[in-house]
T-cell receptor, first 114, second 111 residues
Framework: KAGVTQTPRYLIKTRGQQVTLSCSPI?????VSWYQQTPGQGLQFLFE???????NKGNFPGRFSGRQFSNSRSEMNVSTLELGDSALYLC?????????????FGEGSRLTVL | GQQVMQIPQYQHVQEGEDFTTYCNSS?????IQWYKQRPGGHPVFLIQ?????EVKKQKRLTFQFGEAKKNSSLHITATQTTDVGTYFC???????????FGTGTLLAVQP
């Protein structure tokens, strides 16, 4: 069974631009969560989608948004990029939503904002 | 901000020494999960603890969930260089149980 796939793996943007990151979960998994990882802040929860509905949202500004498609693939978008948005963005899928299932993480998308 | 704290933030040990990381939550948790992230890698699930006072072992790793379900620990016996990485605990938060990660403990093992 293929794991969680994230694209692109690396990208460089400049301040003010926007970026879209993609995540394909493990086949059959309907829950997709996104996390931002930085050296200073650790793993910060962004949002979770389950069956195309956003079930949870972290404490991030409205510049961060996401969606999930009918095939469970998910995208997250960051608009008006700031230097502080430089981070590793991790996507994780689970077969359930809530606290009952382990998360399977992708390799991440490393975003550098110049 | 973080509501799940881990100590220590960093630990450097000689190969063969033991290692323990502690996870403390400000609120009671229904369960706790542990993950390991190797340098340059992504978090990988290790285990989930559900019951108060539960203890689980995986070879040289021992996981414990506190009686009050507000703290947990991971103990590694006789560390090896393959144990290098950051260990995270994670617990559900809020009405819809989003999984919040602890601050992590970075383990360095010197051969």
């Amino acid at each position: 069974k293929a794991g969680v796939t994230q694209t692109p793996r690396y990208l460089i943007k400049t301040r003010g631009q926007q970026v879209t990151l993609s995540c394909s979960p493990i086949s059959g998994h309907r829950s997709v969560s996104w996390y931002q990882q930085t050296p200073g802040q650790g793993l910060q929860f962004l949002f979770e989608y389950f069956s195309e509905t956003q079930r949870n949202k972290g404490n991030f500004p409205g510049r961060f948004s996401g969606r999930q498609f009918s095939n469970s693939r998910s995208e997250m978008n960051v608009s008006t990029l700031e230097l502080g948005d430089s981070a590793l963005y991790l996507c994780a899928s689970s077969s359930t939503s809530g606290d009952t299932g382990e998360l399977f993480f992708g390799e991440g998308s490393r975003l550098t904002v110049l | 901000g973080q509501q799940v704290m881990q100590i220590p933030q960093y630990q450097h040990v000689q190969e063969g020494e033991d290692f323990t990381t502690y996870c403390n939550s400000s609120t009671t948790l229904s369960n706790i999960q542990w993950y390991k992230q190797r340098p340059g890698g992504h978090p990988v699930f290790l285990i989930q603890l559900v019951k108060s006072g539960e203890v689980k072992k995986q070879k040289r790793l021992t996981f414990q969930f506190g009686e009050a379900k507000k703290n947990s620990s991971l103990h590694i016996t006789a560390t090896q260089t393959t144990d290098v990485g950051t260990y995270f605990c994670a617990g559900p938060r809020g009405a819809t149980n989003k999984l919040i990660f602890g601050t992590g403990t970075l383990l360095a093992v010197q051969p």
